[in-house]
């Protein structure tokens, strides 16, 4: 059997360093063990006096790629890194200093991403003649610390389930994970995203993390539902987004520099669990020159993908009709007029509001006692009752509110943030304030069967409550206590004026 093994001369130092470990990993996918001597290394020139000028070229991508007796086998695109032994050597040859070589941060946002559509585009051109190629990803640099960053974990899983392996991920700790609340094994077979939410949420989480410069984000939009048709009575009726053809999920996404390839990535990754699930889902383009955060413009902006890009979302088959930026001003209105309306209704629920929220926490979505994931019957229950938030008197609102972990609650730079609807409608609807429960155990939650501590997040059950229905409630309750991931400061608040309530 001949092995070669083909390789760009703009990367012949660095990647010789590693190709063939790559190329064994490779062949391990297959159940087969093979001897590096039979691995030959072949170079392939790209015209371009330096390194940089060979890389720009149309023809150069980040790969490997591996012929078995004069066929490709399998393409191995390789990750970007900060210790770059082809410029190193050649800054070397001129009496120069790479100073951006070994640099912690130097590539940390663009890892993997940048210019990975060039290594797809490859593969699908390959593909196209050689249907049982494969595709596999290596990661360099993994001694470093943003191989193994929370942003760059979610890449290895996007890849995960749009069906591409990365070979050396046994060397990547996925620590920075867990920070978001879930295991990494979440699915039987590997690190793929099992499910349309799990996706969601981790890409809220990411989302909320990044005030600055706030990045894509997703939402979900249910054109039936009215919040004039609201009330704030004790018990909650959740009836929102019981007609799953009226949800519309929309992924507004950003595309200055390289988030234009981790935008595309998440296009692609979304559509894969939004196909197979059978959900509704738009994209729509934020144009960087306007800051929808901060409501002004601001200096840099993008037009949308690069042609490069476009043309590789073309060949999926990706939904390319972005909604304009007039559309995605009437989106983000759609929350400022849902508050007028329920500002003159002086109702202070809106639980298309509250759910989106809710998510943004990026808390697994599904009933935290019993582990139910099936959305219709999944709904979110609040701490802090609406209509307690109601009944509450103006010193109480504001006591809770300057407490140190609650006050970016309130955005002082909103027209009403002075306005004690404003405030009490902020409360009702924040994410902190709720959970989700499936049916029966909102329910059972809504009737002050049980509450949950305040501190350690347990379950306290009613002292005369009978036997039978103690009996039932452990059958349905898988654990007694909300996940840590679930309890901050904020929750433990509005926790705690609900337990006053259920002690009373």
């Not at 007796?69 to 770059?84: A, E």
């Not at 990411?206 to 004790?234: F, Q, T």
């Not at 009226?246 to 520099?257: A, N």
Request: charge should be negative; glycine fraction near 4%; include cysteine.
């Amino acid at each position: 059997m001949k092995i070669i093994a083909s390789i760009f001369n703009a990367n012949i130092e660095t990647y010789k360093k590693v190709y063939v470990d790559a190329i064994l990993r490779a062949y391990k996918k297959d159940g087969v063990n093979i001897n590096p001597n039979q691995i030959q290394l072949e170079i392939k020139k790209i015209p371009g006096s330096t390194v940089h000028s060979q890389r720009s070229n149309n023809l150069h991508s980040r790969t490997i790629t591996v012929f078995e007796n004069n066929v490709i086998k399998y393409i191995i695109g390789v990750s970007n890194t900060n210790y770059d032994e082809d410029t190193k050597k050649e800054k070397e040859l001129l009496g120069e200093t790479y100073d951006k070589y070994g640099g912690d941060q130097y590539h940390a946002n663009t890892y993997l991403t940048q210019g990975i559509n060039r290594i797809f585009n490859y593969y699908f051109d390959i593909k196209e003649i050689n249907n049982s190629v494969k595709l596999y990803f290596y990661l360099l640099d993994i001694h470093r610390t943003y191989p193994h960053n929370l942003f760059n974990l979610m890449i290895y899983r996007k890849l995960a389930t749009i069906g591409f392996e990365v070979l050396n991920l046994d060397q990547i700790s996925f620590n920075d994970y867990k920070q978001l609340g879930f295991s990494m094994q979440e699915g039987i077979d590997g690190i793929e995203y099992i499910s349309f939410n799990k996706f969601y949420n981790d890409l809220l989480a990411i989302s909320g993390s990044n005030s600055s410069n706030a990045p894509s984000y997703l939402k979900c939009i249910d054109y039936d539902y009215d919040v004039s048709k609201e009330n704030d009575n004790d018990y909650e009726e959740d009836t929102v987004f019981s007609n799953s053809k009226s949800q519309l999920y929309i992924y507004t996404f950003k595309t200055l520099g390289a988030q234009q390839y981790d935008s595309m990535l998440t296009m692609w990754t979304l559509t894969v669990l939004a196909q197979r699930e059978h959900k509704n889902l738009k994209f729509m383009f934020a144009p960087e020159k306007y800051n929808f955060r901060l409501g002004q413009e601001i200096p840099k902006f993008t037009e949308g993908f690069t042609e490069p890009v476009n043309n590789l979302i073309a060949r999926l088959g990706l939904d390319r009709n972005y909604e304009t930026t007039d559309e995605v001003l009437q989106q983000m209105n759609r929350e400022k007029n849902q508050y007028e309306l329920a500002k003159a209704k002086k109702i202070l629920r809106n639980q298309e509001l509250f759910k989106n929220n809710l998510r943004k926490k990026g808390v697994q979505t599904k009933c935290y006692l019993c582990g139910c994931e099936i959305e219709n019957i999944l709904e979110a229950a609040h701490l802090w009752g609406v209509a307690d938030i109601r009944k509450a008197n103006n010193e109480e609102i504001n006591t809770l509110l300057s407490k140190d972990c609650m006050q970016d609650l309130i955005d002082n730079e909103d027209l009403h943030h002075n306005e004690q609807f404003y405030k009490r409608y902020i409360l009702a609807n924040s994410g902190d304030n709720g959970i989700w429960l499936c049916r029966n155990h909102h329910g059972l939650f809504d009737s002050n069967f049980y509450c949950f501590d305040s501190n350690s997040g347990k379950v306290i059950i009613k002292l005369d409550i009978d036997e039978e229905s103690k009996i039932f409630f452990d059958l349905i309750t898988e654990r007694n206590f909300l996940p840590s991931e679930v309890l901050n400061e904020k929750t433990k608040q509005f926790l705690s004026k609900r337990q006053e309530t259920f002690e009373q």
